[in-house]
């Protein structure tokens, strides 16, 4: 089942790329994917799920979960986030740099995309859990920084073309909105405080 979505996904990406997104009809996807429309339809209740789909927001959940709780929470859910980018195998990262790249200079796809974050940025939260108004909202404000850092950063790798690495432009995101997650930069950062 996961392997006829992803190929469903697939073959449309490949269609969105070379005659648009408009212009494309399910009909050519099922073609293309050697599946009937009605497989489509299975899979995908509409053209912007098969275009935005993927499977980042169980897989997150469950890191999330998993995670000890010794850091603050945006350098938590930084860290997962980070972590998730450098782990992503060619494939995904190709697929993820097709969406992107789709979703840039598609208006109903980013109008999609934003809603599909809110999703997301509700349910990290959640899973971060808390039964304090305080934490909740602490932890749903953590979360939703942290997802707009790693967006601009994957929005500029695609814009780019792909010439820049992903996870380095993911980790100047994060260190921009105060997480802790090392790199080269804090440290250049700690050498200029040192030097002034």
């Keep these: 089942m996961a392997r006829t ?17 408009e212009e494309t009809t399910v ?9 009937s429309p009605m497989t489509v339809f299975r899979y995908f209740a509409t053209k912007e799920d098969i275009a935005l789909w993927d499977d980042f927001d169980q ?7 998993r995670a000890p709780r010794n850091k603050d929470v945006i350098t938590l859910v930084a860290t997962v986030l980070l972590t998730s ?3 992503t195998g060619e494939e995904a990262r190709m697929a993820m740099f097709a969406r992107l790249e789709l ?5 109903a796809l980013r109008a999609r995309g934003l809603d599909n974050l809110y999703q997301t940025q509700q349910i990290v939260a959640s899973a971060l859990g808390s039964a304090n108004r305080t934490d909740q909202l602490r ?9 707009a850092a790693v967006s601009a950063a994957l929005f500029q790798w695609a814009m780019g ?11 100047e995101a994060f260190i921009v909105i105060g997480a802790n997650v090392g790199g080269h930069h804090n440290e250049r950062r700690k050498t200029r405080q040192r030097r002034s």
């Design 5 to 21: 979505k992803a190929e469903i996904q697939r073959c449309a990406l490949k269609l969105f790329r070379k005659q648009g997104f």
């Design 27 to 35: 009909i050519q996807i099922a073609a293309a994917a050697e599946v």
């Design 59 to 65: 897989a997150l959940v469950a890191e999330i979960r």
């Design 85 to 87: 980018l450098t782990e």
């Design 103 to 107: 979703a840039a200079r598609t208006p």
């Design 139 to 147: 932890n749903s404000v953590a979360v939703g920084a942290c997802l």
């Design 161 to 171: 073309q792909g010439k820049d690495d992903p996870v380095a432009l993911a980790r």
